[in-house]
């Protein structure tokens, strides 16, 4: 969990867009996930070089269609973070950072919330800090 500080400022410099809405329960229908996926990606290959990288928020099930479009796009998934609401409930978002170079992939994972609604882990209020005006 030392590096997910990090990715507040990725959040800030790097992060291109989402391809679902934020807080929405739903998701859209998976061929519009499916298109929005694939423009991310491929902006990003157009943009990044080498040794650029970009940051991406997608709802979890889009990470088998996201590894395959980064190798047709000759990218690399450098980071993954599986964001969990709390710790009983399954990864609704995955943080990751894609990259122009081949990398070993770090893994992590942030919870959101303990058990009680509101009661925000150290780790997302370490993140999110700079965003509240009190928490």
Known sequence: MKHVA????????GWLGTASPAFSQQSPPATEQAKKVEALVTKAAALIDKNGK????LAAESLTELQQLVQINNLFISRICRVKPNPQKSV??????????????AEEELIIEFETHFDYTPEYREITKDFYLKF
């Open 92 to 105: 609704f978002r995955i943080l990751v950072e894609i990259c122009g170079m081949e990398c070993t992939v």
């Open 6 to 13: 990090q990715w507040a400022v990725l959040g800030v410099v």
């Open 54 to 57: 970009a940051a991406l928020v």
